[in-house]
Every structure is written in structure tokens, then in C-alpha cells.
């Protein structure tokens, strides 16, 4: 099934948790003190609260409006208000498919996630939000010169930009608002890498002004 690529791995740190949307699924997304990434549907059993607000502790997710704990698999593994009682299997929170490799983290609602590459092929350059659709900020990307010259898109998705590709995944989060995660080709040099995460911050500049 196809995954969608929903943060830098290096951005997701052990013990933190990130939202993130995949086709119209609100995510959490986690990673446990061990460095296990887990992404379930944004929503504690309990009240709804989303679980992106909260914890990671001893190796469970825990929801920050009244503290119930969930295990690796989603299911409920400890409740505050009642700690001698043990939860019964049935309340969990809906899993999800999570890979990554080659420094992104993608996420499936539909299966399994794509294996993650066998090695990186790429540097993750920098995450952005951009106020407006997945479409008009690639569009933006496309359509912003870079030292005087429009990019170049190859037949592999990617953007030849100057003298480097630069490969780009967008995903929604919520209503008009999109996370684009960049990687550049390995071992581009630090001055070109500055000058393509300024080349972003303008194209996000042009994307949220048309939207304006």
C-alpha cells in the first residue's frame, strides 16, 4: 500500500509524540524511549482527547486529560482513577502501519506502510508549514527561481534545483495547512543546503501570499 510521509525522522525524538494527517486520518505519531515509532488514530478511547497532547512514559502513550496509558499495540494498560483495575482488551486506540528510512517517517491508513529503503539515498534538509493546500505549495516550490533559474522537475518526483535534486513530500494538517519535508541529494554542501532552505522559506512566501 502506498505510505505517505509524515515527518523527518530525525525530528521525532525518543520519547515525543507529533500530529500528523494521512487522507483525511488524524494521527499521532510516536516514538517510544527505545526508538519504536507507532502512529494510532488522534483520539484517546476515553474522552477523545487528542493523544498528540500527550506523554510518553515507561514505554506506553498517555492521554493528558486524565491519564489513562495505552501500550505499544494501542491497548489500554493502566487507568488513575482506578490503578488496581486492569483494562479490559477490548479499549484501545486504532493502530496504524509506520515505517521509515532514508530519514522520513510514512505512515499508511490503508495497510501496510512501503518497506522502508534499504539505505539512505537522501539528507533531510528541513520540515515547513506552509498555510495553504499539499497542491499550491508544490506548485509554489515548482515555481520559485532559485539563483535566477526555475527548477526542474525530473522523472523521479524530484526537483533539480541549481546543482542538486531536492525531493519533496507534502501532507495536509487540517484545514489549508501543509507540511513539507525536504531532502537534498547526499553530500550537498552545507553553502548550497542554507541557500535551498532560504529558496523554501520563499516559495512558502509565494504560496501563502496567492492564498491570501
Known amino acids: ?53 500527550g506523554f510518553v512514559r515507561d514505554g506506553h502513550l498517555a492521554c493528558l486529560y486524565h491519564g489513562w496509558h495505552y501500550r505499544k499495540d494501542g491497548v489500554c494498560a493502566y487507568i488513575p482513577a482506578h490503578p488496581d483495575l486492569e483494562p479490559p482488551e477490548t479499549i484501545g486506540a486504532r493502530v496504524f502501519s509506520v515505517t521509515e528510512g532514508a530519514g522520513v517517517i510514512r505512515v499508511s491508513t490503508q495497510g501496510d506502510a512501503d518497506p522502508a529503503p534499504g539505505k539512505d539515498a537522501a539528507t533531510p534538509l528541513r520540515s515547513l508549514s506552509f498555510s495553504c493546500t499539499p497542491d499550491r505549495a508544490l506548485q509554489a516550490l515548482r515555481e520559485t527561481p532559485f539563483e535566477g533559474k526555475p527548477p526542474a522537475l525530473l522523472p523521479s518526483g524530484a526537483l533539480q534545483v541549481g546543482d ?49
Open 1 to 53: 500500500m502506498t505510505s505517505v510521509a509524515v515527518g523527518l525522522s530525525r525530528d521525532l525524538a525518543p520519547g515525543r509524540v507529533m500530529r500528523a494527517e494521512v487522507q483525511g486520518q488524524d494521527l499521532a505519531v510516536w516514538r517510544d524511549e527505545n526508538g519504536g515509532l507507532h502512529a494510532w488514530d488522534n483520539r484517546c478511547p476515553h474522552r477523545g482527547m487528542r493523544l498528540s497532547h
Open 164 to 212: 542538486t535534486g531536492v525531493t519533496l513530500h507534502a501532507a495536509p494538517l487540517g484545514d489549508d495547512e501543509t507540511m513539507v519535508h525536504v531532502l537534498v541529494g547526499d553530500g550537498t554542501p552545507v553553502a548550497m543546503c542554507k541557500a535551498l532552505s532560504r529558496w523554501c522559506e520563499a516559495a512558502r512566501d509565494v504560496a501563502e501570499e496567492t492564498t491570501a
